[in-house]
Structure formats: C-alpha cells, structure tokens
C-alpha cells in the first residue's frame, strides 16, 4: 500500500514539475521562485531529487529547456548545482547532445550554451550510434554551436561513431567545406583515421564528388606526412584528385563498398 501511495505522489510530483519547466513557454520566473522555494523549504536533496526527475522516454527538465532554446531556465537549472548534466535519456542524448543541434541566435544564448558546455562531458557517446556532440552539431551544419564545443579544453576531435566516422568524415560527406576548414585547423586533428570500411576523410569525399574539400584534405596529409619522422607515415599519398571531368570516371571505378555508403542514416 505504502508504495502505490509512494508511486502515486512521485508521479504527481513528477507531472507537475514539467508542467512548469519542460514547456516552451515555461515562465523563468516562476522556475526560479519554485528552485527557491524548494531548496529553502525543504533541502537540497529535495530540489536534486525533483530537478533530475526523468519523463518516460529519460528525458529530464534540462533535456526539455535546451530543446526548446529556453536559455534563461538552463542557465537557472545549472545554477542550482545539482542539476545532472550529463543524463542521457532512453535514445542516449544528453543535454548537450540536444543543444548540438539547436540554433544559437543572440549573444545571450552564446553564453548560456558556453556555460552549459564548460559543465558537461561533451565526448560522451550516443547510445544508439554512438554520436558525440561534435559529431551530431557537424551532421546538422551548426557551424556556431560546433565551433563552441570545439572550443572546449577537453574536446576530442578524433572521436569515432560505432561505424568509425568521425567528425572531419561527416563534414567531408556532406560537403561541409567551411566545417571542414574549421576541423582542419585544430591543432589535434588526425586526417589519417579510418572508418570501418577502411576509408579516411579523404577517400570519403573523393568517394562522393567533393572535390574541394578533397583538395584541402590532401593537403592537409601532406603537410602531416611532410611532419612526421616516421618513415611509414613520412611518405605522403601520392596525388588522387581527379578533375572535374574526370569525375564520373573516378567515381564509376570505386569499390562496390563505397558505391553503397551512406553516411547521413548515421545521424539524427
């Protein structure tokens, strides 16, 4: 009995709660007043239990403030200090993860997306493919908020999906060439990595006619190779760009693997 009547409060609670956070047009001020009250009313293991409460599909109140842009009541939840930034709910998105994709369209929301990110773990991995933030904010273009996340002292640029993509793979792909660019320039960016096919950035954008972003690739190896004392990696690749009217050609010669790749069903 005890614990249907248990069960029964939490749910209320539960209901409540993002009825007055998780909407768009959930009110600040009114989020703030209830933070307060509960934590000077109660205790803060109260406001931690109530402010972490998960929704069906795992999402928490945070999960619902960054995807509707409510900045305002993001910047409030992590204020608090109990806030657990880093939940991923049931489709393995964190909060961040979500902010990856969203736009950032005022100098306000910059900082309330900077603070959200210096708090969280951005290398965590999606669940379901294995996406990080990076990965997730590059698929979708979001060239402000990537730039953000790459600003992060512990932003691994290298990471790679279940398939073994990376970030600069998504990019090259997509024809990303300005992405690509930015990628190219971080000090720690390893050009050379492959995927599970055995493809790096490289064959990936020779593969789908990007010839630009091919171009800034095999440069960008052959500044690496020309870096390196290792006579393996010492010898760079000789040149493959085909021209342009050459290019149906190259493409008709690739591998029956890479005819059939699709890189963008790995992305949400």
Same mark, same amino acid.
């Given at each position: ?9 939490? =749910? ?13 047009? =959930? ?31 795992? &999402?928490?109140?945070?999960?619902? %403030? ?9 910047? $409030? ?34 900082? /309330? ?25 590059? +698929? ?31 990019? %090259?792909?997509? &024809? ?28 990936? %954008? ?17 500044? =690496? ?20 009217? $050459?290019? $149906?050609? +190259? ?5 029956? +693997? /890479?005819? =059939? ?8």
């Amino acid at each position: 009995m005890f614990r249907k009547v248990l069960a029964s409060a939490t =749910s209320l609670v539960q209901s409540k709660w993002f009825e007055l956070a998780g909407q768009r047009n =959930s009110d600040i001020d009114t989020v703030q007043t209830t933070l307060s009250y509960l934590e000077q009313n109660y205790s803060r293991a109260v406001l931690e239990y109530i402010i972490n409460l998960t929704d069906g599909n795992g &999402n928490t109140s945070l999960h619902y %403030a960054v995807s509707h842009g409510n900045y305002d009541i993001t910047r $409030a939840l992590l204020d608090t200090g109990v806030v657990k930034i880093n939940t991923q709910n049931k489709a393995g998105y964190t909060p961040v993860m979500l902010a990856a994709i969203c736009e950032v369209k005022t100098a306000e929301e910059k900082s /309330s997306l900077q603070y959200l990110l210096s708090k969280a773990d951005v290398n965590i991995r999606a669940t379901q493919a294995g996406q990080t933030a990076l990965m997730l904010a590059v +698929s979708h273009g979001c060239m402000n908020v990537m730039r953000l996340i790459l600003d992060q002292s512990d932003c691994d640029v290298n990471l790679q999906d279940f398939d073994g993509s990376t970030a600069l793979m998504c990019a %090259a792909e997509h &024809n990303y060439t300005e992405i690509v660019e930015t990628l190219l320039a971080h000090p720690s960016i390893d050009v050379l990595i492959k995927d599970q096919d055995g493809s790096n950035a490289l064959d990936i %954008a020779l593969e789908n006619g990007r010839e630009e972003i091919a171009e800034l690739l095999q440069r960008k190896e052959n500044s =690496s190779a020309k870096s390196r004392q290792s006579s393996r990696l010492g010898v760079g690749r000789k040149a493959v760009i085909p021209p342009r009217s $050459a290019g $149906a050609q +190259s493409n008709s010669n690739s591998s029956s +693997s /890479s005819s =059939s790749r699709s890189y963008t069903s790995r992305y949400i």
